[in-house]
């Protein structure tokens, strides 16, 4: 996994960038204490270790589920009543951590998004010129698919033997398992809870491969 700042640069700041302007003070206008946008993030109670405060002084979140005590499953519940029990968990369409399902999702489901995604894998393969953890170029190639092949020819229906074989590898090292090649990460991703933090956390140490 290589140096990300989707989180940071397509979801962050642009909402920060708006919270600013509702408030009326764009940036760099300062903004006077006391002045706040109340921002609400759907975190369960499953999931508390994920709910934070944000980082600026004029955004605080509330975490509404949470305070109703509300788990993973009676959002599942509420969301089947009202007939929406297909309600998939929140994600960039490119997310390098979906596993084979979700790719299978976009790709029998919705030919566009998939034309897209495929688009996109195929412009990250050089990287930006600042493309890994230390801020140098890539010396190899960058893929959304764990396979590393180009999203179009990966092994999305099933899981091949080399993908197995490195799963083995990293299991002794906090690696995916099985469950995770096929349902992608367990978690969603919101702006205040990356489904990538562990890595996150490591890029801002140098220390992701
Ligand atoms: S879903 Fe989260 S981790 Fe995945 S690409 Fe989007 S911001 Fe990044």
Redesign the pocket.
């Known amino acids: 996994m290589t140096r990300?700042q989707?989180?940071g640069e397509?979801?962050i700041k642009p909402i920060k960038k708006k919270v600013r302007e509702l408030l009326g003070y764009p940036y760099p206008a300062r903004i006077p204490k006391g002045v706040f946008v109340e921002q609400w993030v759907g975190i369960s109670t499953d999931e508390f270790h994920r709910a934070k405060d944000a980082d600026v002084k004029y955004m605080r979140n509330r975490h509404p589920l949470i305070d109703m005590g509300w788990s993973r499953s009676d959002c599942v519940r509420y969301l089947t009543s009202l007939g929406l029990a297909d309600t998939p968990k929140?994600?960039?369409l490119?997310?390098?951590?979906h596993g084979n399902a979700q790719w299978r999702n976009i790709r029998d489901n919705s030919p566009e998004e998939w034309e897209d995604v495929v688009e996109f894998d195929a412009a990250i393969r050089k990287g930006n010129a600042r493309a890994n953890a230390t801020g140098n170029r890539l010396l190899g190639e960058a893929f959304l698919h764990r396979s590393r092949v180009p999203l179009s020819e990966a092994p999305i229906d099933h899981v091949t033997a080399a993908e197995w074989a490195a799963m083995q590898e990293e299991l002794t090292d906090t690696g995916p398992d099985l469950e995770e090649l096929e349902q992608g990460v367990i978690d969603?991703?919101s702006p205040w809870a990356?489904?990538?933090e562990v890595e996150l956390a490591q890029d801002d140490f140098g220390l992701a491969s």
């Open positions: 990300r989707c989180t397509y979801k929140s994600s960039c490119g997310c390098p951590f969603g991703c990356c489904r990538g």
